[in-house]
Nanobody, 123 residues
Framework: QVQLVESGGGLVQAGGTLRLSCVAS???????MGWFRQAPGKEREFVAS???????NYADSVKGRFTISRDNAENTMYLQMNSLKADDTAVYYC??????????????????WGQGTQVTVSS
């Protein structure tokens, strides 16, 4: 069983930056890891994902502003968020799973989830 713990959320002004981290415990060899977010009253949405060997996939809304990365030796994934907007305000969730299609953006494909970390961007 993989356990995921996020950190790094907080309150930031529009245009600012934050870096989220997700530490995994358990075996994640060959797992794809990803970030999703959920704003109040909205469905959970895909943000970005990264395959074990580094291939990445981004939602159009964050492309060019967010960068996903991972350190497999440390079982850690990151999300560098730049040029933050009020619309980025949400709870951000770390997710992981095996055998996920390269272009998958479906939350249901990811079997393990963290508890979430709040990101609030003030305008």
């Amino acid at each position: 069983q993989v356990q995921l713990v996020e950190s790094g959320g907080g309150l930031v002004q529009a245009g600012g930056t934050l870096r989220l981290s997700c530490v995994a415990s358990g075996r994640i060899f060959a797992y794809t890891m990803g970030w999703f977010r959920q704003a109040p009253g909205k469905e959970r949405e895909f943000v970005a994902s990264i395959r074990y060997l580094g291939g990445t996939n981004y939602a159009d809304s964050v492309k060019g502003r967010f960068t996903i990365s991972r350190d497999n030796a440390e079982n850690t994934m990151y999300l560098q968020m730049n040029s933050l907007k009020a619309d980025d305000t949400a709870v951000y969730y770390c997710a992981a799973g095996p055998n996920i299609g390269v272009n998958s953006r479906r939350a249901a494909d990811f079997g393990s989830w963290g508890q979430g970390t709040q990101v609030t961007v003030s305008s």
